[in-house]
């Protein structure tokens, strides 16, 4: 679970730049929708975009784009931050995330796929799933300064970019 949630987060964030309004169509409903469960419960309204609000096809560069850069400012705090799941842990009381047991009571996260939520807050909450089930890595969490790609030196030592930024 937590493995498919960090798959499409890193997709998102070191990909989207990049995206069409045909790939953002394709990662909503692959691995996004892989990663999550939908719900009915509505994210604080703070989170959400006013009902009824409908994405233009010029306007999906600006989603994206906006998108991008709230999840990035997000995570480059995450990553200066002592406490690196505090944001998950928020998440998780605004029912963004849920926790969840399986039959055999093995404890898991899920992020929820509610109506209107916002681009940035759905990546980050998949990105919150995941911290919450392997806090270790997110002590490594790294947003590249100079091609903005994220990872976790735990795993991926250099981002390739020729830059030391460590
Ligand atoms: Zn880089």
């Not at 604080?44 to 600006?62: L, Q």
Request: charged share 25%.
């Amino acid at each position: 679970m937590a493995d498919r949630c960090r798959r499409a987060a890193l997709a998102f964030t070191n990909g989207a730049e990049v995206w069409t309004k045909a790939d953002l169509a394709g990662w909503l409903v692959g691995p996004y929708r892989g990663a999550t469960r939908s719900g009915s419960m509505p994210p604080p309204s703070r989170a959400s975009s006013p009902p009824g609000r409908k994405v233009e096809p010029a306007a999906v560069d600006d989603l994206l784009s906006d998108a991008h850069v709230r999840v990035l400012t997000v995570l480059e705090n995450v990553a200066i931050s002592r406490t690196k799941t505090a944001f998950a842990r928020r998440l998780l009381e605004e029912h963004a995330v849920q926790r969840i047991t399986d039959h055999g009571h093995t404890v898991g996260w899920i992020p929820m796929d509610a109506p209107r939520m916002r681009l940035a807050y759905r990546v980050l909450s998949l990105f919150a799933a995941d911290a919450l089930a392997r806090p270790a890595d997110y002590e490594t969490l790294t947003v590249c300064h100079r091609c903005e790609r994220v990872r976790f030196r735990c795993l991926e030592e250099s981002c390739g970019c020729m830059r030391d930024d460590d």
